[in-house]
């Protein structure tokens, strides 16, 4: 397995990101490989305990996308870039899997541009776990990718959900349900109550009905919760606030420890050819540890390969 990491970018790159991969390597096994992209001399200058490794590979490259760059722009013009050179390798299958805390638009040019998406899929998504109790997660997607969407493509928010919660967290049979602003069928605007017309009968997953906030972090209605980007994006931004709120008072409870971002390094793209994680750009070098370990979840999960078998 060969996984490509982007150590150019994010707001603390390339000292957070080579952190992390130190701090990585001990989980990995003898034929999981790292592939960095990035600036040669500093991650050999930063690395060089671990620079002997053999599971270390370097990609040199020249130039870096800033994080305040316009996306498509960037990645047209800057071919030299750790970014590009990773997704072209990953379009070119030199890689297994790329993982990058750098610009999410331009993240998402690469993901589109080069690796494109699953034919099928009419809009990939971002998705990512909502800590249930210590032990169990809820998939909530999309998370921030596609603020507005229509009834079709939350219903294939509600395949791709199944299968990643299926194939990566070991749920069987998935229940999914969407986020409204009651349970009852009628309730809700135009798109989320066509949404639940296309779902409500349907045999490509486990459907339960709507859901509220209150069921959010909890095991009792469903696995996958389905929402647009805009709703998935504040869900999650709250959850992290959650963390940072109450850490002070309860620094031992696993319970609040779960709601860490850095626990869960990144998210993945659904609906692409190949497993791309996105991590948040104020990733730290125990962010950057999880981000490379998810992605090789996701790559052993073969979770594209299903979502791609799915929608042929």
Same mark, same amino acid.
Do not use: W
């Given at each position: 397995?060969?996984?490509?990491?982007?150590?150019?970018?994010?707001?603390?790159?390339?000292?957070?990101?080579?952190?992390?991969?130190?701090?990585?390597?001990?989980?990995?096994?003898?034929?999981?490989?790292?592939?960095?992209?990035?600036?040669?001399?500093?991650?050999?200058?930063?690395?060089?305990?671990?620079?002997?490794?053999?599971?270390?590979?370097?990609?040199?490259?020249?130039?870096?996308?800033?994080?305040?760059?316009?996306?498509?722009?960037?990645?047209?013009?800057?071919?030299?870039?750790?970014?590009?050179?990773?997704?072209?390798?990953?379009?070119?299958?030199?890689?297994?899997?790329?993982?990058?805390?750098?610009?999410?638009?331009?993240?998402?040019?690469?993901?589109?541009?080069?690796?494109?998406?699953?034919?099928?899929?009419?809009?990939?998504?971002?998705?990512?776990?909502?800590?249930?109790?210590?032990?169990?997660?809820?998939?909530?997607?999309?998370?921030?990718?596609?603020?507005?969407?229509?009834? %079709? $493509? &939350?219903?294939?928010? !509600?395949?791709? #959900?199944?299968?990643?919660? /299926?194939?990566?967290? @070991?749920?069987?049979?998935?229940?999914?349900?969407?986020?409204?602003?009651?349970?009852?069928?009628?309730?809700?605007?135009?798109?989320?109550?066509?949404?639940?017309?296309?779902?409500?009968?349907?045999?490509?997953?486990?459907?339960?009905?709507?859901?509220?906030?209150?069921?959010?972090?909890?095991?009792?209605?469903? %696995? $996958? &919760?389905?929402?647009? !980007?805009?709703? #998935?994006?504040?869900?999650? /931004?709250?959850?992290? @606030?959650?963390?940072?709120?109450?850490?002070?008072?309860?620094?031992?409870?696993?319970?609040?420890?779960?709601?860490?971002?850095?626990?869960?390094?990144?998210?993945?793209?659904?609906?692409?050819?190949?497993?791309?994680?996105?991590?948040?750009?104020?990733?730290?070098?125990?962010?950057?540890?999880?981000?490379?370990?998810?992605?090789?979840?996701?790559?052993?999960?073969?979770?594209?390969?299903?979502?791609?078998?799915?929608? @042929?």
């Amino acid at each position: 397995m060969r996984i490509g990491v982007d150590v150019m970018g994010g707001d603390h790159a390339p000292q957070a990101t080579m952190n992390g991969v130190a701090m990585v390597l001990p989980h990995l096994a003898p034929d999981e490989h790292l592939v960095l992209y990035g600036h040669e001399a500093t991650i050999r200058q930063h690395l060089a305990d671990c620079i002997a490794d053999e599971r270390i590979h370097i990609v040199p490259t020249s130039e870096v996308i800033a994080m305040d760059e316009h996306p498509t722009k960037a990645f047209s013009r800057k071919q030299g870039s750790s970014m590009v050179r990773g997704f072209m390798n990953l379009g070119a299958d030199q890689i297994d899997g790329f993982a990058s805390a750098g610009n999410t638009g331009a993240v998402m040019v690469g993901a589109m541009m080069v690796v494109k998406q699953i034919p099928g899929v009419i809009r990939p998504a971002l998705a990512t776990c909502l800590p249930v109790g210590e032990h169990n997660s809820n998939v909530l997607l999309d998370v921030g990718l596609n603020p507005d969407c229509r009834p %079709d $493509v &939350l219903y294939q928010y !509600g395949i791709l #959900g199944s299968l990643y919660a /299926k194939h990566t967290l @070991s749920i069987d049979n998935p229940r999914v349900a969407l986020i409204n602003i009651g349970q009852e069928e009628t309730k809700g605007n135009l798109v989320v109550k066509n949404a639940y017309e296309l779902m409500k009968e349907t045999a490509d997953f486990n459907f339960v009905g709507n859901v509220e906030g209150g069921h959010f972090f909890s095991k009792d209605k469903a %696995d $996958v &919760l389905v929402c647009d !980007g805009f709703v #998935g994006n504040v869900v999650l /931004k709250m959850a992290e @606030s959650f963390y940072h709120l109450m850490r002070s008072d309860l620094p031992n409870s696993p319970v609040v420890n779960r709601f860490n971002p850095e626990r869960y390094g990144g998210t993945p793209v659904l609906g692409v050819n190949k497993p791309v994680i996105k991590a948040h750009g104020a990733s730290s070098a125990k962010a950057i540890m999880n981000m490379i370990l998810q992605t090789r979840e996701v790559i052993k999960s073969n979770l594209c390969e299903q979502i791609r078998q799915t929608f @042929s």
